[in-house]
């Protein structure tokens, strides 16, 4: 048991689980009906596109990659579910064909990045262009319902708690698998040393061929899941999710260089961030006010992490 709390730790996902502890503390005091079961419906139904999208990120920067499309995958997630309703399509069959799309997606980019070699930051900046006028191609302007039906269960939930919340869980649970999987210790040699994993025998090229999809897989579930939970559609909706996405991981422990990190790090990440933005809200500041704090807690926090990723680095003899 001792050495089980020694590791969990030394762990690079342990700071940012501290924080969140604190925070969520915090929301406590500052915070109005802060554990009713409506204010936990709401941070679940609210943020779990972007805990998707922050774990599918994590996995894609642990091999040494990026992904800046991310987020307006999202949106043409969003948009094209809205508008395969409106074709009168089964719901489910809308939903697997936006899993589809995201899939899709992520496997252009890893045949892009790992097999032509184009920069990862390059190539999904460009495509995340692209999507971005697709999105706008698709439903120019913002509006449009997903199933009702659908979406009434999916607020509703099960015995009170919403769908939002076991997708959450599901979320965590598949991040976790990953990194205890063969998979994930290839994922991490490719992101710490490309070079030395190919001559080691590790496909690099397929690894991130994978990474790009599994987060294409999770960018096409935040989609459907802020479709359903704003029961609309917004071209413009998941533009600026990426940089959050992008500190959630830095945050959480993973080295934005590759090869060191979690997927669970990164979930801590994001539910911190989330509760930042709830206490700043319930302290009742104005808009210019939130942007400021949030912004100083925000470059605190990444400056601590990236101390301690440094620390941690030396210790094991990494840098």
């Known amino acids: 048991m001792g050495n089980y709390l020694k590791k969990t730790v030394k762990s690079t996902s342990f700071p940012a689980f501290v924080l969140f502890a604190a925070f969520v503390v915090i929301n406590i005091f500052v915070t109005k009906n802060f554990f009713t079961l409506s204010y936990m419906k709401g941070v679940a139904i609210n943020?779990?596109?972007?805990?998707?999208?922050?774990?599918?990120?994590?996995v894609v920067i642990i091999s040494g990659g990026i992904d800046l499309s991310l987020g307006t995958m999202l949106s043409v997630v969003n948009t094209l579910c809205v508008t395969f309703t409106a074709w009168g399509i089964h719901p489910l069959l809308v939903i697997l064909m936006c899993f589809a799309v995201g899939v899709g997606i992520g496997m252009i980019n890893g045949i892009?990045?790992?097999?032509?070699?184009?920069?990862?930051?390059l190539a999904t900046f460009a495509m995340s262009t692209i999507l971005e006028g697709l999105a706008l191609i698709i439903l120019p302007k913002?509006?449009?319902?997903?199933?009702q039906g659908v979406m009434k269960w999916y607020r509703a939930g099960v015995a009170g708690i919403p769908i939002a919340t076991f997708a959450i869980l599901a979320v965590a649970l598949i991040g976790a698998f990953i990194w205890k999987s063969k998979?994930?210790?290839l994922v991490r040699a490719t992101g710490y040393n490309e070079k030395e994993a190919f001559f080691s025998g590790i496909q690099t090229s397929r690894i991130k061929l994978y990474t790009y999809m599994i987060a294409g897989f999770f960018g096409g579930l935040g989609g459907i899941l802020m479709t359903y939970g704003i029961n609309s559609a917004d071209a413009?909706?998941?533009?600026?999710?990426?940089?959050?996405?992008?500190?959630?991981?830095?945050?959480?422990?993973?080295?934005?260089?590759?090869?060191q990190g979690h997927s669970l790090g990164a979930f801590w990440g994001i539910l911190?961030?989330?509760?930042?933005?709830?206490?700043?809200?319930?302290?009742?500041l104005d808009t210019f006010s939130q942007s400021f704090w949030s912004g100083m807690v925000l470059l605190v926090s990444l400056l601590g992490s990236v101390i301690l990723m440094k620390r941690s680095k030396k210790a094991v003899g990494l840098d």
């Open 272 to 284: 911190f961030l989330t509760f930042v933005s709830s206490v700043i809200v319930a302290l009742g």
């Open 236 to 259: 413009t909706i998941g533009t600026d999710m990426c940089m959050q996405c992008i500190a959630a991981c830095v945050i959480g422990g993973v080295d934005l260089a590759g090869g």
């Open 112 to 121: 892009v990045v790992g097999y032509l070699r184009i920069p990862p930051l």
């Open 142 to 147: 913002p509006g449009g319902n997903p199933h």
């Open 183 to 185: 998979f994930g210790i």
């Open 47 to 58: 943020n779990a596109p972007l805990i998707c999208l922050t774990v599918g990120m994590s």
